[in-house]
């Protein structure tokens, strides 16, 4: 195992060679890394998937060893950022075939910041319905392995999009939503997608408890989420229905409300829906939140959770 800062990734390296290793990002909250463990299971699966032998007690050391603040286990009001952890499966002699013996390599970066988005408003934002489709692989669906090339394409769609939008939309058009192959929405970008789904009989622009969570299910592709894990676990202790399905278009344009969900950037609330052919200007689909509470006490949940987390 080597650890190495970003300035000394061997040439033969795998994770640049061919994208053989998997990354998690943490968001660190007054010195806590948050939900640390669930990004820690998330990257132990991915490692032993693509055959990287890791153990979790080698990766809790190297934290240890490069974030020193960790070692102290107190809480520090000074101390907030993300953490980036990626681990390939280190150098390797040409060919996809790995090495007999292996030799992963982890990479820590850290980058500071002030409070993080985790903790910040549910400020609506815009999103663009993305003419990339995910591509159906199970054996890689939902881990956060190191290749991004859809996600590459996609932001750079994003970005076009945003140098013809109207300077107020360039502000709040900050992600897009994927579908695959078949049509079925999955995710955003960087984000996990949880609808608000009116029950039976009940009204598309709600004012009460009368919905159910829906989140597209991450067995073909797509990154099952951290914060997509923290949330519907809140949600169903506070008592509401989780559901994970397939969710085409309609029961898109049925949601009361969509959600999107990042550790990085917190729980955001969808307001317009915008299609990546430039020529349409109108937004495809449109929520509206003055009435609705839902999503408001789920993020009340998360800021709950998270001081639970920080003491």
């Known amino acids: 195992m080597s650890h190495l800062s970003q300035s000394q990734v061997s040439v033969s390296d795998r994770g640049l060679l061919y994208g053989h290793g998997a990354f998690e990002t943490v968001t660190v909250h007054k010195g806590v890394p948050l939900f640390l463990d669930y990004h820690l299971d998330r990257l132990c699966d991915a490692l032993n998937r693509l055959f990287i032998p890791l153990s979790r007690e080698c990766l809790n050391a190297a934290l240890l060893s490069e974030l020193p603040f960790l070692a102290s286990g107190t809480v520090s009001d000074t101390v907030s950022g993300i953490v980036k952890i990626i681990v390939t499966a280190g150098q390797g002699e040409r060919g996809y075939s790995p090495p007999s013996v292996m030799h992963p390599s982890i990479i820590v970066q850290w980058f500071p910041s002030s409070a993080p988005a985790l903790m910040r408003s549910l400020d609506p934002i815009s999103v663009l319905l993305s003419s990339v489709r995910l591509a159906d692989q199970p054996m890689l669906a939902g881990m956060k392995h190191l290749n991004r090339l859809e996600q590459v394409m996609a932001a750079a769609e994003l970005g076009r999009f945003q140098s013809e939008a109207q300077s107020g939309l ?8 994927l579908r695959d192959q078949n049509g079925f929405i999955i995710e955003g970008i960087m984000s996990n997608i949880i609808l608000l789904e009116p029950l039976k009989g009940a009204n598309r622009t709600i004012e009460n408890d009368a919905v159910q969570l829906v989140t597209p299910k991450l067995d073909r592709c797509g990154v099952s989420g951290v914060l997509r894990r923290v949330l ?59 009435k609705e509470e839902v999503s408001h006490r789920l993020w009340q949940q998360l800021q709950q959770r998270i001081q639970r987390e920080c003491t």
Do not use: H
């Not at 202790?237 to 278009?249: A, F, K, L, P």
């Not at 430039?278 to 929520?287: D, Q, V």
């Open 170 to 177: 360039k502000d709040e058009l900050t992600e897009g939503v």
């Open 232 to 290: 519907l676990e809140e949600a169903e202790q506070i008592g509401y229905n989780v559901v994970e399905t397939d969710v085409d278009w309609q029961r898109l344009e049925a949601a009361s409300a969509l959600l999107m969900t990042n550790v990085s950037q917190g729980m955001r609330r969808v307001a317009r829906m915008f299609s990546a052919d430039i020529t349409k200007r109108a937004p495809l689909l449109e929520w509206r939140y003055d």
